[in-house]
């Protein structure tokens, strides 16, 4: 008797009938079943598996389009995300702006979800309201809106008829009032000379505000002959807007000297040989 691998190999065994057995380990191979005996049912075995791998691969695309589509639908058109217009806050609005105006822009846009909120275009249209120099609109997730401005302030009033128009660094008028408003100075200037109005505009935009609030009026014929009053009654003689931070330095030494204290006109125009008199 014989004991064969599954190679078909013999173990161990006798080769003459009749001989005496030998103890031998007795194990068994079991011999897989074989799925498909033939080449062409093989061949239709795997192409089911291939349709069936197929078919698993579309499931899971389609469940991930649709993962996607349900997710898109949350962000960008549910009311999940959208705007609330009690939620929008609205900062530098200064003493020019009308903040309405500005809510105005943004009560446009209510129920509007964030991510589909067009921040730039607010924006433009935000600075179109009087009184705007600059603004910045930033989601404020889940629900609102911040609007931060920079707000044309006025620096000088300048005579309109019976009237004075407010004019900010720029130039830009942001306001018209029957009074110069207190601690504005007043500017006078030939009417329609855009030279002469951005000298004296640039010279009080250099001024520290200790200075500008001493400052009664400016009057410049020419953008050369810059002359500012103060409210204690000395003028001073400016010249150009050149040169201003030294002209600052130059004048706050003559006005703590006793000889600038006792003055009545301070010349600057020339800093490095001011004249008092």
């Known amino acids: 008797m014989s004991t064969y691998s599954a190679s078909g190999r013999r173990l161990s065994g006798s080769s003459a009938p009749g001989a005496p057995a030998t103890s031998a380990p007795r194990f068994s191979v079991k011999i897989p079943e074989v799925v498909s005996r033939t080449s062409t049912a093989r061949f239709a075995e795997r192409a089911r ?26 962000l960008f ?34 129920d509007v ?26 989601r404020d997730w889940p629900h609102g809106v911040s609007v931060t401005l920079v707000a044309r302030e006025p620096v ?16 830009v008028q942001v306001g018209r009032v029957d009074s110069a408003p207190k601690g504005l100075p007043v500017v006078d200037v030939p009417v329609g000379d855009k030279r002469t109005l951005d000298a004296v505009l640039s010279v009080l935009e250099q001024l520290p505000d200790k200075v500008l609030a001493d400052v009664k009026s400016v009057s410049a014929r020419t953008q050369d ?8 009654g000395v003028r001073v003689d400016w010249g150009s807007a050149t040169r201003t931070p030294l002209k ?30």
Do not use: Y
């Open 248 to 277: 600052i330095a130059v004048l706050d030494a003559l006005r703590a000297s006793k000889a600038g204290k006792d003055a009545k006109v301070i010349d600057v125009s020339a800093p490095e040989l001011p004249v008092t008199r």
């Open 49 to 74: 598996a291939r349709r069936r791998l197929a078919r698993r691969q579309l499931a899971m695309i389609a469940g991930g389009v649709v993962g996607v589509l349900a997710i898109a639908w949350l």
């Open 225 to 232: 002959t810059v002359t500012m009053n103060l409210r204690d």
């Open 113 to 138: 979800p964030l991510p589909r909120l067009d921040t730039i275009t607010m924006r433009d249209e935000i600075l179109d309201v009087p009184g705007v120099r600059g603004a910045r609109v930033m």
């Open 156 to 171: 000088a009033a300048v005579p309109d008829g019976s009237r004075f128009a407010l004019l900010d660094m720029d130039g």
């Open 77 to 110: 058109f549910s009311p999940v995300l959208a705007l609330d217009t009690d939620q929008v806050t609205v900062s530098g609005a200064g003493s020019v702006v009308a903040v309405d105006q500005v809510l105005a822009v943004v009560d446009q846009r209510a």
